[in-house]
């Protein structure tokens, strides 16, 4: 399907629980294809990158990282309602690995993180992304597969028509 | 204005990980500054108990995705120091690049992408492309130097492949090295305007600290011993008679003291204490930039970053053009218990790890990040920035709290890591 839409292809970076190594990526990426994707994406959100941000009206969000409390779970609720694609990158959004390590521990283990389980509200198992809401598309890796991002990337400027 | 308000600034933008902050001002007093490492706990103290001591360094690389060099690295060195392993003089030096590449990649990203919009009072970097077009095309240069070197390397810039305990599971080849030359050396040039944008940038915030960082005769990554503005150096297995947690009940994180006050880690305390040893041609090139250090201002810490990246590629350079790299075999493990320490300088500051083995297992690792060990001085230098500033709009107060906490190139995603500790 093509969405036809005149102008930037709007495009949300988040980032939930994890280490970040996926937007370092994109960030290094950015040394080879800045000059080539300025002109066909709108950053509305990148909180890596800017400090006005608009999670509002996106044609792809990007979301890296596990879902671990309450509060993050809410915020994928809306990016899935905010946006018309959601793309799951890295090991922690796609499966959930290895920033909910704690969801093997022994009970032993669980018991002597409870106290801070209980402390910070976190929910009693890590989610991956996919767990919370449908996801569009994953790109896999830890870090994240540059060339399956580039590829993600390309599909979706056709797709909504920005690019030929 | 001495009238009552609040400030919450939540998720901090345009640094690593995430980060909140409130304080309240009361009749013209500034009252409980939280800075709130927000970050969520993943574990990693506990997940590594019982790993193969020889594998854990690639589960800990994951603790930070801009500076997973530093943790692989420090890990290896002390499950080497654990282990009495001795890594060749090649094998050294291979570190030596791996940790430069990082530094580079990892100081360019926080100069250009982070700092650069605050000095031009842009948003982002995006901006800055239709403004500063050449300055952006130079930043995005640097950044690959350090990061193609990284993976030539490394194998990967984020969570390297080939490192290993004992050695490199390969070695670079002539070509890699060749172009890795080359392109570090035309990416040395655009330091220099890079320093002077810096050096003219009128932000300053000064505030009485100690600092504290690890030396070596080089200015590499690798930390022998402790050296600190309160005087005599101590040996780095000694940190932990030196340095004291505090428990901070609103942070993911907590913090700590050196002799039990606050102090700083990082880039301005390493050029504070050791700029001697920089490269002969960085000491050289960058001479009206190094005079200016010592230093108590905050924001001369970007300052000291780039002069940190103009070393890196220099002495990259010097490594790369005067080693003759050779296929080796890692050193041969024979240990399988043992107790370890190794600190050394990730780009944010000394990084610590404190490692037991058993049986060729993981027993426990506790772990010390720079981030942490800046949490509370930069809670005091919130307090004096905002008080020196109560006068001004409260937009404007926020503006200057985020630029100050960006100067310090916080890392939130390490800052959560910690061991045997309970808040009450």
């Known amino acids: 399907m093509r969405y036809f839409m005149a102008g930037k292809l709007k495009v949300g970076l988040f980032s939930f629980s994890c280490c970040e190594d996926s937007s370092i990526v994109f960030v290094e990426l950015l040394n080879d294809h800045y000059k080539e994707w300025l002109p066909l994406v709108d950053f509305k959100y990148a909180r890596i990158m800017k400090t006005k941000n608009d999670p509002t009206d996106l044609d792809v969000a990007f979301v890296e990282g596990a879902i671990a409390n309450e509060r993050d779970r809410q915020k994928v609720l809306d990016i899935r309602k905010n946006s018309k694609k959601v793309v799951a990158i890295g090991a922690c959004a796609c499966n959930g690995q290895p920033a909910g390590q704690r969801n093997m521990f022994d009970p032993e283990t669980k018991k002597e993180i409870q106290f801070i389980v209980d402390k910070f509200k976190m929910m009693d198992k890590v989610l991956s992304v996919p767990e919370v809401i449908p996801v569009d598309d994953q790109v896999a890796g830890c870090p994240m597969d540059e060339k399956r991002f580039i590829a993600v990337l390309e599909k979706y400027l056709v797709e909504f028509g920005i690019k030929k | ?424």
């Not at chain 2, 960085?282 to 001369?300: H, M």
């Not at chain 2, 600190?343 to 027993?363: C, D, F, M, Q, W």
């Not at chain 2, 010390?368 to 905002?386: E, R, S, Y």
């Open chain 2, 1 to 424: 204005m001495h009238q009552d308000f609040d400030i919450n600034l939540e998720h901090i933008t345009k640094i690593e990980g995430h980060a909140d902050l409130s304080l309240k001002v009361r009749q013209g007093e500034v009252e409980d500054v939280e800075l709130k490492i927000t970050e969520n706990k993943r574990f990693y103290s506990q997940a590594v108990r019982g790993k193969p001591a020889l594998n854990v360094a690639q589960l800990v690389s994951r603790i930070c995705g801009t500076c997973s060099i530093a943790h692989l690295t420090c890990c290896l060195e002390a499950v080497e120091n654990a282990l009495k392993v001795e890594p060749s003089e090649q094998t050294k030096i291979l570190r030596k690049l791996t940790t430069y590449g990082m530094y580079i990649r990892d100081h360019a990203m926080h100069l250009y992408m982070f700092s650069l919009p605050d000095v031009f009072k842009k948003d982002s970097i995006i901006e800055m492309a239709d403004s500063h077009p050449e300055l952006v095309d130079q930043a995005f240069q640097v950044k690959a130097a350090g990061n193609n070197m990284s993976k030539m390397v490394a194998g990967r810039a984020v969570h390297s492949t080939l490192p290993m305990v004992g050695g490199f599971a390969k070695v670079p080849d002539k070509e890699g090295a060749a172009k890795t030359v080359a392109e570090l050396k035309a990416a040395r040039e655009h330091l220099f305007q890079l320093m002077q944008i810096f050096k003219d940038c009128d932000f300053k915030f000064e505030r009485e600290t100690r600092y504290v960082c690890s030396g070596n005769k080089d200015y590499s990554y690798l930390g022998d011993e402790i050296i600190s503005s309160e005087g005599v150096p101590v040996p780095k297995t000694h940190y932990l008679w030196h340095l004291q947690r505090v428990i901070i009940p609103y942070s993911t994180s907590t913090g700590f003291q050196f002799r039990g006050k606050e102090f700083m880690v990082g880039s301005l305390p390493r050029m504070n204490l050791k700029k001697d040893s920089l490269h002969k041609d960085t000491r050289r090139d960058a001479t009206s930039y190094i005079s200016l250090f010592p230093s108590k201002d905050i924001y001369n810490n970007n300052l000291a970053q780039a002069v940190e990246t103009l070393h890196a590629i220099d002495h990259s350079i010097e490594l790369l053009e005067t080693t003759e790299f050779k296929p080796e075999k890692p050193v041969e493990v024979k240990e399988k218990s043992g107790t370890g320490v190794a600190a050394i300088e990730a780009p944010r500051g000394t990084l610590y790890y404190h490692i037991e083995i058993e049986n060729s297992n993981v027993k426990e690792v506790e772990l010390v990040i720079p981030t942490a060990q800046n949490q509370v001085n930069m809670g005091f230098d919130i307090k004096k920035l905002v008080e020196e500033n109560i006068d001004r709009p409260k937009e404007e107060i926020e503006f200057e709290i985020e630029k100050l906490i960006r100067a310090y190139d916080p890392c939130m995603s390490c800052a959560t890591h910690f061991l045997k500790v309970k808040w009450t």
